[in-house]
């Protein structure tokens, strides 16, 4: 938790964050 809160505070972490959130979810979406 204390790594995720870290990335949290870079924009940059954020965004990659948000990228590999984005890939998960579309990985688990049924086709």
């Known amino acids: 938790m204390g790594f995720l ?6 924009p ?5 964050a948000d990228r590999l959130l984005d890939l998960a979810i579309d990985a688990l979406r049924p086709r």
């Not at 809160?5 to 870079?10: A, G, I, L, Q």
């Not at 940059?12 to 990659?16: E, I």
């Open 5 to 10: 809160w870290r990335v949290s505070d870079d």
């Open 12 to 16: 940059r972490g954020r965004a990659q």
